[in-house]
């Protein structure tokens, strides 16, 4: 049996050639040892979505994942998302919103820090100091316990920045969505 797993190796080779890098999509992962061969030699993967999971569960680390993450595992962390062009930073900023209307615990990491998308009341672990800032998305009744400054049912996003924490917790006591920035 190794010898027609080697037979079929050598007959992929030909008919694919080795290809520089490899796209797994979000269907059925594959079972085939071909397949499987091509996922395990190639020198660059590319997830898309859910593939990213499964490929995930199996032990591998996706090279890229790309995708509007409508598939993606609950737990997402997002890195390279802000700076170059203003508009499309304000616009990954508020998916983050939208990726948590699907049940996704999901946080932005910049160079500064962490964009935590936020509904109703939420508490956070801070140092005495840290800049935090509030951005609202349609939320009232906003309070805070452990910040510098009070909330309201403000409704530009400037109005919830530069507060600082005054405790090693703060919480946000809200009833809908907003964005918590912690500066690291």
């Known amino acids: 049996m190794k010898e027609n797993n080697n037979k079929n190796s050598v007959e992929l080779c030909v008919l694919c050639g080795e290809p520089e890098a490899v796209i797994l999509a979000n ?7 071909i397949p499987l061969q091509i996922l395990a030699n190639a020198p660059y ?36 998302a802000t700076g170059k062009r203003e508009d499309h930073t304000l616009g990954n900023i508020s998916l983050l919103i939208d990726y948590m209307r699907t049940g996704a615990h999901v946080r932005m990491l910049t160079d500064y820090g962490i964009f935590i998308p936020c509904h109703d009341t939420c508490s956070f672990p801070s140092q005495p100091g840290q800049q935090i800032s509030i951005i609202n998305f349609g939320a009232h009744n906003l309070r805070g316990k452990g910040l510098v400054y009070p909330l309201s049912d403000f409704t530009n996003w400037w109005q919830g920045t530069l507060n600082e924490s005054t405790e090693t917790e703060f919480t946000i006591h809200a009833e809908g969505e907003y964005l918590v920035v912690i500066n690291y």
């Open 27 to 33: 269907g059925d992962y594959p079972t085939h040892p």
């Open 45 to 80: 993967i590319v997830c898309c979505d859910g593939g990213a999971d499964a490929y995930i569960d199996r032990g591998n680390v996706p090279d890229v994942i790309i995708g509007d993450g409508d598939s993606l595992s609950e737990n997402i962390a997002i890195v390279g």
